[in-house]
């Protein structure tokens, strides 16, 4: 595959620090973040090609010499709960997703 | 949020018959796509357009065609629809390519028995 994202399931208590990564094997210009909902709904949380960004208790890296990515949620809570979803675009015109993380915070 | 609406969100048909989902944006973005989500897939493209009339294929397009006479209306139809296509279909916008950020529809959840 490649998009690979690990771990597959991830249970954490309300304000743990976690991590999600995301390994893909091809070259690529830009890579995504999405977070899926319970109910199903899509929301892109970053979209990057280098370095690192972050947006409130998220933040997401990327190291492009060893086609790695990684999404940490800071101080977790019940609503963090979702499927993230990494996808790398290549060559322009092509958009890989990965399977997702199920994440699962407790309170 | 962007202002992006399937229908309809839910159906159910019979194989072999045909199947129009309609993704409507008031967002004004070039580039439309429709995506399927499958358990144990990724969400994998089906086509995308790049402005009106232009269309191009994607990753799982067998079995599938797409329309855009308006920059707000991107539909995906079933020709002869088969039970390997049930699934959730996802419409998502981007002002770019598939380099820039995409925004999601809702979804449509359609069952073909």
């Known amino acids: 595959n490649e998009v690979e994202q690990s771990p597959q399931n991830l249970t954490a208590q309300e304000g743990e620090f976690i991590t999600i990564n995301c390994s893909y094997s091809?070259?690529?210009?830009?890579l995504h973040w999405l977070q899926q909902h319970p109910g199903g709904g899509i929301v892109s949380l970053f979209m990057?090609?280098?370095g690192k960004k972050k947006h409130g208790r998220l933040i997401a890296t990327i190291n492009i010499q060893e086609k790695h990515s990684s999404l940490h949620i800071t101080a977790s809570h019940p609503r963090d709960s979702a499927v993230y979803i990494c996808?790398?675009?290549?060559?322009?015109?092509?958009?890989?997703f990965g399977t997702g993380t199920r994440l699962q915070v407790f309170p | 949020d962007a202002g992006i609406t399937q229908s309809p969100r839910h159906k159910v048909t019979e194989t072999g018959t045909p199947v129009t989902l309609r993704c409507h944006q008031t967002?004004?973005?070039?580039?439309m796509y429709w995506y399927r989500q499958d358990p144990g897939h990724g969400l994998r493209l089906i086509h995308y357009?790049?402005?009106?009339?232009?269309?191009d294929k994607g990753e799982v397009s067998d079995g599938y065609s797409v329309s855009r006479s308006k920059t707000e209306d991107f539909l995906l139809t079933l020709e002869s629809a088969t039970s390997s296509q049930t699934s959730v279909y996802f419409c998502?916008?981007?002002?770019?390519?598939?380099?820039?950020?995409?925004?999601f529809g809702p979804g449509t959840r359609l069952l073909v028995l």
């Open positions: 998502a916008i981007s002002e770019g390519g598939l380099q820039e950020t995409q925004y």
């Open positions: 091809v070259g690529i210009s830009a």
């Open positions: 990057l090609s280098s």
């Open positions: 996808a790398v675009t290549y060559n322009t015109d092509k958009l890989i």
């Open positions: 967002e004004n973005h070039r580039y």
């Open positions: 357009s790049y402005g009106v009339k232009d269309t």
